[in-house]
């Protein structure tokens, strides 16, 4: 494994800790909301779905700006000559690899 996968590995990682604190803390948040739907006899799977719908939304966002990014941030790579230049779609791809 080349150091830039150990990167990778330990950015990934970053992130699902990121998420992992984030998410507690908007149902924190939203706790108000939570009682409030629960005391209206809403189901238990609705109020999962909820938070886990924030979560995701979270995630997908994260996802966008992080192509993003790289792909603005690896255009400007001083060796831009030693690798082809990749677009937001073939990222997942060549990640697998």
Do not use: H
């Amino acid at each position: 494994m080349t150091r830039s996968t150990y990167i990778n590995v330990l950015t990934l990682l970053r992130g699902v800790v990121g998420l992992y604190g984030i998410v507690p803390y908007s149902a924190s948040q939203r706790r108000r909301e939570i009682g409030i739907r629960m005391a209206l006899d809403a189901q238990q799977r609705a109020v999962y779905s909820l938070v886990l719908k924030e979560a995701g939304w979270l995630t997908a966002f994260g996802i966008l700006i992080g192509l993003v990014c790289s792909t603005a941030f690896s255009s400007r790579a001083p060796c831009r000559r030693c690798y082809p230049p990749i677009t937001p779609a073939e990222c997942p791809a060549k990640m697998v690899r």
